[in-house]
């Protein structure tokens, strides 16, 4: 009988060791240097798959204030991920284009890398392990 409670106490202790270890990790990013209070600064996480093809893993819409801006995600899985973020000046959850297909609205990705033309899933790649991250994006 000892041994059967013994049995069952452990499992439920290593059960309850395992759901916390399944909580993700939160990554804050920070935009400094917005053009302008007007409109929403939208932020995505995205993996390699969804990164400028399909709708990000997480996404948040937020207030510009000073030119500033902070998102958190929360409860994020490690692997590796990539973060886009938009000045959305028009409220149209999207990017904006002139006729020469180049963006009419600010935007950056993590890493802060510096390109002409599109940018590149492996520019902005970063790896989300066991600690929380804080990011800084610039436009």
Request: hydrophobic share 40%; aromatic share 8%; net charge negative.
């Amino acid at each position: 009988m000892k041994t059967v409670f013994l049995t069952i106490a452990l499992t439920i202790i290593s059960t309850l060791g395992f759901a916390q270890d399944s909580k993700g990790q939160t990554i804050t990013i920070t935009i400094e240097n917005a053009k302008s209070d007007d409109g929403k600064i939208v932020v995505g996480l995205n993996t390699k798959a969804t990164f400028l093809v399909a709708q990000p893993i997480q996404s948040a819409s937020v207030d510009i204030k000073d030119g500033k801006a902070t998102v958190t995600f929360e409860n994020v899985q490690p692997g590796d991920y990539a973060i886009m973020a938009l000045h959305d000046l028009n409220g149209n959850q999207s990017m904006d284009f002139d006729a020469n297909r180049m963006p009419t609205e600010s935007y950056g990705t993590s890493n802060n890398p510096r390109s002409f033309g599109p940018p590149m899933y492996d520019d902005a790649k970063f790896s989300v392990a066991k600690e929380n991250i804080e990011l800084s994006i610039r436009f």
